[in-house]
């Protein structure tokens, strides 16, 4: 598949969608969902619909989320360029292009081998460099590479997992999607001291399970 001037059209009226009907403000975020190919992190079949607002079947029994999720994610991180970001769960990549394509520096972790290979070769082909790209378990972060200015979820967690608190920065902010398998609240958490968080609440969402022990 290549990025074609229809591609092109397509996602700025995707851009336009996000920013006129969800509300998506952040015009840094709006920029690199115009730059990135979605079309190139989906099947084929699917290509003529890459851009509609649609969660879409991925490898691994998993999904590539929402436009707008992707969106909301990434503006309530309130990402600056070269901040240090750890995300959890790869999938396909999309959410990692999308940070790099704002000129963050990012740590990815995927626990399915399958979506960690495709990742792989998808950003070998796209010309996309994470900082570092590590096949394993999200639960246990990338303390070696910590403190993180952000850290984003992109699956949702039952219980929330404190480890990953414990390697942000002081000043920074975990977006997570946290509560039963039915549904999550969508959550950020900002680290003021050593012991104390910052909680706010965005609304209910449905996410991919975050799973641990059990890598494949």
Sequence with gaps: MQDSY?????????????????GIADENVLVAINKVPRHLFLESVFEDYAYEDRAFPILAKQTISHPSTVAEQTALLE?????????????????????????????????????????HRKFRELNLRPKFQSFGDGFLGLPTFAPFDKILV??????????????????????????????????????????????EEFGAYKFVPMLNNTNH
Excluded: W
């Design 79 to 119: 990402v600056e360029e070269k901040d240090k970001i750890l995300e959890i769960g790869t999938g396909s990549g999309y959410q990692t292009a999308v940070l790099i394509a704002m000129n963050a520096f990012v740590y990815t972790i995927e626990r399915q081998k399958d979506l960690h290979d495709f990742s």
């Design 154 to 199: 992109t699956c949702g967690a039952e219980v929330l997992p404190t480890e990953l608190l414990h390697q942000l920065k002081i000043g920074g902010k975990m977006v997570i999607p946290l509560g039963k398998t039915e549904e999550q609240i969508l959550m950020r958490f900002t680290k003021k001291s050593e012991r104390e968080f910052e909680r």
């Design 6 to 22: 229809v591609h092109k059209g397509k996602r700025k009226i995707l851009v336009d969608y996000l920013r006129d009907n969800i």
